[in-house]
């Protein structure tokens, strides 16, 4: 088990680096999350778009979803390319980081 | 240390040989059922953080063929995968008919169709490049081919490009 301090609070995460229990995640360990992961720029409308559908799908779902479920969903208004440019190096995985989710499951 | 250098080490000592960075896939036949896994494997490439490179070759071109690419079939003749006699396969209009039934069920599953497929591994950043020799064989020129082929090249650049990562031959 590994323990990061994320603003202020102690967060288990994987080994994997995901977060083990997607409750310890607040919206005030994004920025934090972000630069840690490697998210460039500043976190803008869209990554938090995407960031919240992550996590209503994990919580309704069982799994975040993948980049194609991402970039289909009316919920997030950018598709796979922007997605990419967004959270670059993977943006499913990448976001479910920063959600506090664990690593999304699906071939596609 | 970051997070991301922080597990990105621990990935790397984990295994001898550390977590696979860069995929060159190759795709050298015309059928859905060898068409289909390539693009799947270069998709999910991408969506772990890797460099993905796709290779067409010989009847593979058919998958980027602007003419071609919307009526790749399943292969029923010699297929024991389909679990149907040979002889049944070569039948007039049953590979159109399991062509039809897999179309079907690709898409309950929601996977794209392969020209969606093609526009999407693009959109990932994956690397669609067409063989020169395949192309040259087939007489075959650039305008053939849909707009998110990157390039023609040899099998010399095709290595190159490939150097330092997995060579994939599906």
Redesign the interface.
């Known amino acids: 088990m590994n323990i990061a301090r994320l603003a202020g609070v102690d967060v288990q995460l994987n080994d994997e680096g995901f977060f083990v229990d997607p409750e310890q995640w607040t919206t005030e360990m994004v920025p934090q999350l972000a630069e840690e992961w490697g998210v460039p720029g500043p976190i803008t409308d869209q990554h938090w778009e995407v960031l919240h559908f992550m996590r209503k799908e994990y919580f309704e779902k069982g799994t975040g979803p993948t980049v194609r479920k991402l970039g289909k969903s009316a919920d997030v208004s950018v598709g796979v390319k922007e997605l990419y440019q967004l959270f670059p190096d993977g943006p499913a995985k990448l976001a479910a980081r920063c959600a506090g989710i664990p690593k999304p499951k699906g071939c596609i | 240390m970051?997070?991301?250098e922080?597990?990105n080490r621990?990935?790397a000592s984990s295994d001898g040989d550390g977590p696979i960075t860069k995929v060159s896939i190759v795709i050298s036949k015309a059928s859905l059922e060898e068409i289909y896994p390539g693009l799947?494997m270069a998709?999910?490439a991408?969506?772990?953080?890797m460099e993905a490179n796709v290779f067409f070759t010989f009847f593979g071109l058919d998958a980027i063929h602007r003419k071609r690419q919307d009526h790749i079939k399943v292969s029923t003749v010699g297929n024991p995968g389909l679990h149907i006699p040979t002889w049944a396969g070569g039948l007039p209009g049953v590979s159109a008919l399991m062509t039809k039934y897999m179309e079907h069920q690709i898409e309950a599953?929601?996977?794209?169709s392969i020209p969606d497929f093609i526009e999407?591994i693009s959109?990932?950043?994956a690397g669609v490049y067409a063989c020169l020799a395949s192309v040259d064989l087939f007489k075959l020129e650039r305008d053939d081919f849909v707009e998110q082929v990157d390039d023609i090249i040899t099998i010399g650049d095709f290595y190159e490009m490939a150097a330092g990562g997995q060579i994939i031959f599906t």
């Open positions: 970051t997070l991301a922080q597990f621990s990935a799947i998709n999910g991408r969506a772990e953080g599953l929601d996977i794209p999407m959109d990932t950043g």
